[in-house]
């Protein structure tokens, strides 16, 4: 029950954003080999999890292959080869994490890596495209 009490909490107080906020910045601070504590009091008091940079790895192995495995289907069905990437541009907290981007880099070794602003580049894009959509004119 006391699980249960813990999901009702983020459900009627709709802590889920904040959440994801809390997250994300984790990802971000334990990106490079760093540790981290998510303090959770909204949710119940004193309870907090320590995050580090194994663990965050353990927890995410599994996407990583799945976002690379992403990249080579994307490449095969491009048809140009891994060879003929010139930039890989990386943006978002997940390019943080240097596992993520040997594996991409590895997949197109000769491309130059360009790092975007990690926080906002997302939605800086996404708001350029809403202005294309939407804009009068």
């Given at each position: 029950t006391r699980l249960h009490d813990r999901l009702m909490t983020v459900a009627e107080q709709r802590l889920g954003h904040a959440l994801?906020?809390?997250?994300?910045?984790?990802?971000i601070e334990v990106a490079d080999g760093g540790q981290t504590r998510i303090a959770l009091d909204a949710i119940e008091a004193e309870l907090a999890v320590a995050v580090t940079h194994e663990r965050a790895m353990e927890a995410v192995t599994v996407d990583l292959e799945r976002v690379v495995g992403a990249a080579r289907e994307t490449l095969r069905q491009a048809?140009?080869?891994h060879d003929a990437v010139d930039v890989l541009y990386l943006t978002g907290g997940s390019t943080g994490l240097s596992p993520l981007v040997q594996r991409l880099?590895?997949?197109c070794p000769s491309a130059l890596l360009v790092r975007g602003d990690r926080f906002a580049s997302v939605a800086q894009g996404l708001g350029l495209h809403a202005q294309r959509c939407f804009a009068p004119g």
């Open positions: 994801a906020a809390q997250a994300e910045q984790a990802k048809g140009p080869g880099a590895a997949v």
